[in-house]
């Protein structure tokens, strides 16, 4: 049996996250490979709820950096290990770099970090980097309802959460230019899991 791949896509909200997994997705399902395509809030009880209360008001710091945890949780336990397990590939749509970069803007980072401790870590980490600006053009453009942290404030201060995490040089983790054309990125994304030998 082949052994299971972890990849992981990331950024701020706008970067094109949802539509790389996706595409990238495709791609690896095309070179022969079982794909488990996913992400995170996921569409579970908690992630469901967290969904919800990203369109509230003011919701609670702390409790919001609980709830990802808790999500992850079950997400790894029921989606990912068994996943990898059988040898697939996951690509998923934010995972813990996401509650490093978002809970913490509320709450202390070292906290934010303790309570994803058990979370394992990616095999590879996408980062598609785009200014701040940029993805407000983009969010914009969306006929969608706002969730909290799509405001032109927060998405400048994610900009620097993800840029802080990119200098930590962790394992598996490389940056590519979002804002390039999405048939661009893709194909970079694919020609970067292909010299990772997927």
């Known amino acids: 049996m082949s052994v299971g791949r972890f990849i992981v896509l990331e950024g701020l909200d706008g970067s094109g996250t949802t539509t790389q997994a996706r595409a990238l997705s495709e791609a690896l399902r095309a070179r022969g490979h079982r794909v488990v395509e996913t992400r995170e809030p996921t569409d579970g009880p908690v992630g469901r709820l967290l969904r919800a209360e990203l369109r509230a008001a003011a919701p609670h710091p702390r409790a919001m950096a609980l709830l990802f945890g808790a999500d992850r949780a079950l997400h790894l336990a029921e989606v990912i290990e068994p996943a990898l397990a059988r040898g697939e590939v996951i690509v998923c749509d934010r995972y813990l770099m996401s509650s490093w970069v978002y809970q913490g803007l509320d709450c202390p980072a070292d906290w934010v970090r303790t309570i994803n401790t ?81």
């Open 118 to 198: 058990p979370a394992r870590w990616p095999d590879h980490t996408f980062v598609l980097e785009v200014a701040s600006r940029t993805a407000m053009h983009r969010l914009e453009a969306r006929d969608m309802p706002r969730e909290v942290f799509e405001t032109a404030s927060i998405q400048a201060r994610v900009e620097q959460g993800y840029a802080a995490c990119l200098r930590e040089q962790l394992p598996g983790v490389v940056a590519l230019d979002g804002g390039a054309s999405p048939a661009d990125v893709t194909a970079k994304l694919v020609a970067l899991c292909v010299e990772a030998g997927l």
